[in-house]
């Protein structure tokens, strides 16, 4: 799938919002992703997570099992191990720690990718990255649908993407005077309770 046709779908779904908006890090952004805009349209979404799949084969290889941090990587993980045909878990939080919960586990020698939805500062990652390897099985790689580090993020193992951006986001004592001028919004949700 083409660069451009990643960003027409999200664009299309209304999911490329403009504003100033406090990302899960922290920072702030003139741009949000609101993926969930994607996530609520079926054929949108496969149509990302079978091109995201094709990547993942061409980089990887085969692959035995999809592990995604929840909340906003389990629509994407799913998606992408169904083109893949292999399962699909997730890491949830548990005490503040990404971990297997439900019964999931990594079987021995299983060739493993974590699949996310959108890597920014890449700390979901990681920590998804961190709660893989406390289990047997081979970890090959990470896969997102958009680095909107642009490459810069580092997830601790090979990334791939379908889509690099380079939006620009600030520490809140570092914004532009543009941005400072608009109300902030947080429409992510790592803190909700």
Do not use: W
């Not at 949000?32 to 980089?59: G, S, W």
């Not at 083109?83 to 919960?101: H, K, M, S, Y």
């Amino acid at each position: 799938m083409e660069e451009t046709a990643v960003l027409d779908e999200f664009r299309a779904s209304e999911a490329l919002l403009e504003g100033h908006f406090i990302l899960s890090s922290g920072r702030h952004s003139p741009i949000f992703l609101q993926k969930m805009r994607v996530f609520q349209h079926p054929d949108r979404t496969e149509r990302l997570c079978r091109a995201l799949a094709a990547a993942i084969r061409e980089k990887f290889g085969t692959v035995d099992l999809v592990v995604s941090p929840a909340m906003g990587g389990i629509i994407p993980g799913y998606e992408t191990a169904r083109a893949l045909r292999c399962p699909a878990v997730f890491v949830e939080r548990e005490n503040g720690e990404f971990r297997l919960r439900r019964g999931f586990r990594i079987p021995t020698g299983a060739r493993v990718v974590m699949v996310e939805d959108i890597v920014t500062t890449g700390l979901s990652s990681r920590e998804c990255i961190a709660a893989i390897r406390r289990h047997p099985g081979e970890l090959l790689g990470a896969a997102c649908l958009i680095d909107r580090s642009n490459g810069k993020a580092d997830v601790g193992v090979p990334l791939v993407s379908l889509l690099r951006l380079d939006v620009p986001d600030y520490a809140a004592d570092e914004l532009p005077p543009e941005l400072a001028a608009i109300p902030p919004e947080k429409p992510g949700s790592r803190d909700l309770k």
